[in-house]
């Protein structure tokens, strides 16, 4: 299995959140440009993330393949759910965290990391199949996400049927289709997707940097979230998906998927909804950090 891809793409991610860092600590960025772009970011970037994911897919799956695939998927995000939901109440974390620690714990950075990683161990072909996980990550995002972050509020459909839940069921509505986007509507999409990655990673970073340091390091329930995010979750997948799916891609796409950290796009989902993102950053930041080596780490003891 080729680790040096899996590295390199860790490495970038983790000097874009430190240039982030920087720029805070120069004061060329501060929460009044984090607050500024991130409408920008939800709601031009990432739905050309989300539009990018159906227009660069090459092949078209149907049938058992497919069924089984999001048979798999599903159970991937079930798991992650019920190990959040049993893991705060056990941690006893506070009510005012608990929604973002959840969401910490059960969503993973599928795009920028999981893309890549299940590339660099199957081949081009599974990137296909680990963009159709875009459809429910996204759904459950923008419905339990939105429910969680917002927690003591009750969601109304005008908050939760945002642009890119609505870019999302229109990408699911063009695959079915088998939808092929002229040429010149494809590069938009995936030039404007392109942006997420770094103006995400950026935030984040500047995050971090308008809060004292000692802070990200010093909170032990960022390390919970995140040894549940890269080793728990990743694990308890492999052993449940492996019982029933003897196709060494169709398993390893979802458990690796599993095995990434934290989604970085709930950070900015909280300040989209006025909430603190300080505990979000936190535990990006260090979940980013450490998959560096637990990624590869995973990827070698279970494949």
């Known amino acids: 299995m080729p680790i040096g891809p899996i590295l390199s793409k860790m490495l970038v991610l983790v000097v874009l959140l430190l240039l982030g860092f920087l720029a805070a600590k120069l004061h060329l960025t501060n929460a009044e440009f984090n607050r500024r772009i991130t409408p920008v970011l939800m709601n031009v970037f990432l739905i050309g993330t989300i539009l990018n994911s159906v227009f660069s897919a090459d092949v078209f799956v149907g049938g058992v393949v497919l069924v089984q695939y999001f048979a798999a998927i599903t159970a991937m995000f079930c798991i992650g759910i019920l190990i959040a939901w049993v893991a705060s109440w056990a941690l006893q974390i506070r009510k005012e965290d608990r929604g973002v620690f959840r969401l910490m714990v059960f969503l993973s950075n599928n795009v920028f990391i999981g893309f ?41 459909w005008r908050k939760i049927l945002t642009p890119p839940l609505i870019a999302t069921l229109l990408a699911g509505v063009l695959y079915l289709l088998q939808f092929r986007a002229p040429t010149v509507l494809a590069d938009i999409a995936s030039t404007l997707g392109a942006a997420t990655m770094p103006v995400s990673m950026i935030m984040i970073g ?98």
């Open 206 to 303: 500047t995050s971090l940097g308008i809060m004292p340091l000692k802070n990200t390091f010093t909170d032990w329930r960022v390390y919970a979230a995140s040894f549940l995010r890269l080793l728990v979750v990743p694990v308890v997948v492999w052993a449940v998906l492996r019982i029933f799916i003897h196709d060494q891609m169709l398993l390893g796409i979802p458990v690796m998927l599993a095995a990434c950290p934290s989604a970085m796009i709930i950070a900015p989902i909280c300040l989209q909804y006025g909430k603190d993102d300080s505990f979000a950053s936190k535990i990006i930041f260090v979940s980013t950090v450490l998959s560096a080596v637990t990624v590869p780490l995973v990827a070698y003891l279970l494949f």
């Open 116 to 156: 890549p990683v299940v590339e660099a161990m199957f081949g081009p072909e599974a990137v296909f199949y680990a963009a159709i996980s875009n459809i429910p990550f996204n759904l459950l995002l923008y419905t339990l996400g939105v429910a969680q972050i917002q927690q003591g509020e009750r969601p109304t």
